[in-house]
């Protein structure tokens, strides 16, 4: 062989050899599995009503476990001050001023007003990459058999409370299998024998057990702990006389509002709020133990958070039990107490261990990181960041500014911008009023309004309020002004 045809020969060789290896990598990585994701969302639990966060009046080890284990978020807020368009926010990957529900509209006899057949969710679009896709707990965004009912958006199962209002009771006449309504025999007429969060609860240990094989993701919306304040006595007996001066809540115990919205009594009110924490809290633990148990742990991430500020109703007392760990404001307000929640991350030999992220991050930033860990593109028109950098300890983009808007009491807007905090109140009436500004690096309670001091900031943030909110669709997508009544 000639040296030129040796040479050519050679070239030959290393190309060959190279397209081999990057056929082989290429192999590697699309047999890589994908990540299973597990999403826990509380329902009204307030930022400081987890032992990690500074509650001391009941313990919660499993959750606290989780965040020793994992990240703890110690920046991130909800979607929204209240259930829906908290909901919507997260899995949409928009904020308020642009996602499909704005507010907690119902629908007569059961549900709420529908998200469109046009808006894609995370869930459209995890199944989209393959995922089987479950969602277990209260919904809220559509009617049964609506176009917004959880299977025509994307959801392979669904099981629990289709309507938020219905939500309000924990021993319900009925809950939704798909579109199937499920008779609870034991609920029927005054009788309390089926605590529904614990059959949810169960329902999501199947799906878990049933899908260990596969690649899942498991949205669990749980009800708890949302008035009204009710757990099975072997919870409430944990408590009772350690949360004194205990408080009495009377509320609605027959009528046609009975087990249909309205809020039932409660003779230990403060002991029924940390039974139903300290449940909420074993439930977590289970849904850990059994990931691991089916050796699926390093492959799974397990999110826990919370959908808003701690309420007020049905007896609940957040004053009682420091649940906004001294955040100004509750459920339905923009200040950090409505909007500012516990985020904790548990993804093993990927999320260092008891890791504490100041990152400033938002329900509608759940989307993006859910596509960069299936590795499906990241649609375009919305407002989410992916946080999966800052999970995994690499280089995290942040936002210029978080925005949110809330239709009701008037109308609120609420603006972060780096450390500064803008809220308007009362834009129903006049868009143009003053808005509050405050200092979160100094002033994280929200007690001193500073907007006289600096005015360049106020400009700025009213841009960001004008440029964010689409007027045109406030009295559509969820929203009516006669809500205020309705709690969900």
């Known amino acids: 062989m000639s040296k030129p045809q040796a040479f050519i020969w050679a070239i030959f060789v290393v190309l060959i050899l190279g397209n081999c290896k990057r056929q082989e990598e290429k192999s590697e990585t699309t047999n890589t599995p994908k990540s299973n994701i597990i999403y826990i969302l509380a329902d009204d639990l307030g930022y400081g009503d ?3 966060m500074g509650q001391t009046r009941f313990p919660t080890p499993n959750i606290d476990q989780l965040a020793a284990d994992g990240m703890l978020f110690t920046q991130h807020y909800s979607g929204s001050t209240v259930c829906a368009p908290s ?20 629908i007569q006899p059961e549900g709420q007003y ?5 808006v894609t969710t995370i869930a459209e679009l995890l199944k989209s990459a393959g995922y089987v896709t479950g969602a277990f707990g209260k919904w809220g965004l559509g009617y049964p058999a609506s176009e917004g009912d959880p299977n025509n958006q994307g959801f392979d199962e669904f099981y629990g409370y289709n309507c938020q209002r219905m939500g309000h009771n924990y021993y319900p006449y009925h809950l939704w299998e798909n579109q199937t309504k499920v008779t609870l025999d034991g609920n029927v007429g005054t009788q309390t024998q089926t605590y529904a969060p614990d059959l949810i609860h169960e329902k999501s240990l199947e799906f878990i057990e049933k899908h260990k094989d596969t690649t899942f993701f498991m ?10 304040l009710a757990a099975p006595e072997e919870y409430i007996s944990k408590f009772r006389g350690k949360l004194e001066p205990e408080k009495s809540y009377e509320g609605i115990d027959k009528g046609a509002d009975y087990k249909k919205g309205g809020y039932g009594s409660q003779e230990e ?7 139903m924490v300290h449940l909420l809290d074993r439930q977590v633990g289970e849904i850990r133990k059994k990931v691991e148990e089916l050796g699926i742990t390093e492959n799974t991430l397990i999110i826990f958070t919370s959908d808003n500020g701690p309420h007020q109703e049905g007896g609940a007392d957040p004053d009682y039990f420091n649940s906004n760990a001294g955040l100004r404001g509750h459920k339905r307000d923009l200040y ?17 261990a008891n890791s504490t992220s100041d990152h400033v991050s938002v329900f509608w930033d ?20 992916s946080y999966l950098p800052e999970l995994l300890g690499g280089d995290q983009k942040k936002h210029d500014h978080l925005y949110w808007e809330f239709l009701e009491q008037g109308g609120k807007q609420a603006v972060r911008f780096g450390d500064w ?5 009362n834009m129903d009436n006049d868009p143009e009023a003053a808005i509050e500004l405050y200092d979160l690096n100094n002033d994280l309670g929200e007690q001193y309004n500073v907007a006289s001091e600096h005015p360049e900031i106020v400009a700025q943030i009213a841009t960001i309020m004008a440029q964010e909110h689409s007027r045109s669709q406030e009295f559509s997508f969820g929203y009516e002004k006669d809500q205020e009544t309705n709690n969900p």
């Open 114 to 118: 529908p998200m469109a057949a046009s």
């Open 336 to 352: 950090e107490g409505g909007i500012r929640v516990p985020m904790i991350a548990y993804w093993p030999q990927k999320i260092r």
């Open 269 to 275: 009110t403060h002991a029924a709020f940390a039974a």
């Open 87 to 106: 909901r919507s926010a997260l899995l949409t990957g928009q904020h308020t001023g642009h996602t499909f529900i704005r507010g907690n509209r119902e």
């Open 366 to 385: 759940f989307l993006p990181t859910a596509c960069d860990i299936a590795q499906i593109d990241i649609p375009k028109g919305i407002d989410g960041i």
């Open 421 to 425: 905090k803008g809220v308007r109140l």
């Open 219 to 228: 949205y669990y919306p749980s009800i708890i702990p949302h008035a009204e």
């Open 50 to 52: 987890l032992g990690v």
